[in-house]
Nanobody
Framework: QVQLVESGGGLVQPGGSLRLSCVVS????????VGWYRQAPGKQRDLVAT??????NYTDSVKGRFTITTSNVKNTAYLQMNSLKPEDTAVYYC??????????WGQGTQVTVSS
């Protein structure tokens, strides 16, 4: 069973940056898909970005500001978030999907964008 440990959330002013990390137990290169989702208070959990061997996918609201990457050496997924806006405030979740269809969620990390 894959386990995920997230970190990197916090409070940042509008226009600032944060980098989220998601450490994956086992080899990240063997996963089919790695992604980040977010859930704002009172709203559903939505896709932010995913990465597979075929490429990247971003929700429109973060294109050009957020970047998803992975490190095969550190077995870690990252979400670099720049030019943050108050509407980016949410709990961010790491998500992975194995090649056999098993899905795992991280515990979530709070990101708050406020002056």
């Amino acid at each position: 069973q894959v386990q995920l440990v997230e970190s990197g959330g916090g409070l940042v002013q509008p226009g600032g940056s944060l980098r989220l990390s998601c450490v994956v137990s086992g080899s990240i290169s063997r996963l089919y898909r790695v992604g980040w989702y977010r859930q704002a208070p009172g709203k559903q959990r939505d896709l932010v970005a995913t990465i597979t061997s075929s490429g990247w996918n971003y929700t429109d609201s973060v294109k050009g500001r957020f970047t998803i990457t992975t490190s095969n050496v550190k077995n870690t997924a990252y979400l670099q978030m720049n030019s943050l806006k108050p509407e980016d405030t949410a709990v961010y979740y790491c998500n992975v999907l194995t090649r056999t269809g098993y899905e795992t969620w991280g515990q979530g990390t709070q990101v708050t964008v406020s002056s």
